[in-house]
């Protein structure tokens, strides 16, 4: 499920993503950290399965998530911006909290009330 978060600036690289966040809730079915960048699929309850873009692999590696971080069937709450195209499940990853742990990808684009 999806859920409005909090606005997040435009940047260069971004503008295929909303500018406001959103949290999704899911279950993680893939984990990709092959380069350019690493990415996850994500099952959510109501709405099939995401793919969830992380940063590049040395920015992933540097907030913490490296190989062995999560695996298939672990629960995630990610916190993004999704694609503006409404039917393309996809989103660009600021925060990923896998199993209690936070890993914050970009910290310098999480928006806090």
Do not use: C
């Amino acid at each position: 499920m999806v859920y409005p978060a909090f606005a997040a600036f435009a940047h260069h690289g971004w503008t295929w993503a909303e500018e406001k966040q959103t949290e999704l809730t899911g279950t993680i079915r893939t984990v990709m950290i092959a380069p350019p960048h690493p990415a996850l699929e994500v099952e959510t309850a109501s709405d099939g399965v995401w793919k969830v873009e992380l940063g590049n692999p040395r920015q992933t590696e540097r907030s913490g998530f490296v190989e062995g971080s999560a695996k298939p069937g672990d629960e995630i709450v990610v916190l993004g911006n999704r694609s503006l195209d409404q039917n393309e499940k996809r989103m660009k990853a600021v925060r990923i909290t896998v199993a209690g742990k936070v890993f914050d990808i970009y910290p310098d684009r999480i928006e806090t009330n």
